[in-house]
């Protein structure tokens, strides 16, 4: 595992201050890891404003957005499923990308999605 990136169940949990996640996340600053986010999961999991526990998450966080290559390999992914979440996508390509661990409330969409690309990450349920 090389890094960190975060589902839309890890920010809404961050924002609930879920003690677990905020554990995570400090341990993977202290290992000098800088999480990954999906802006689409920066979207997902933003409802109002402002949201001061979830501000704080993405201060350590560097927010990824969807570029055409993302998007068309996320997309593809998607065909080989017949999953329809472009945002699930877009994590587990980005996370393939990075080697990097997921963290999610979502494990089997996440783990559908991986089978499909035929390679194993590790995946932290929060």
């Keep these: ?32 890891v800088i999480p990954t986010v999906p802006a689409g999961v920066l979207g997902q999991s933003w409802r109002r404003g402002p949201q001061p526990r979830l501000s704080h998450l993405l201060d350590g966080c560097q927010v990824e957005g969807l570029s055409e290559s993302l998007a068309r390999s996320a997309g593809s992914l998607l065909a080989l499923t017949g999953h329809n979440d472009l945002i699930d996508a877009s994590v587990v390509i980005g996370a393939l990308t990075r080697d990097d661990a997921i963290v999610t409330s979502d494990r089997d969409d996440i783990e559908t999605l991986m089978s499909a690309s035929r390679k194993r990450l590790q995946i932290i349920d929060v």
């Design 1 to 32: 595992m090389s890094g960190v990136t975060y589902d839309t169940g890890a920010l809404i949990a961050a924002d609930r201050d879920d003690r677990r996640i905020w554990l995570l996340h400090r341990l993977t600053l202290e290992r000098g």
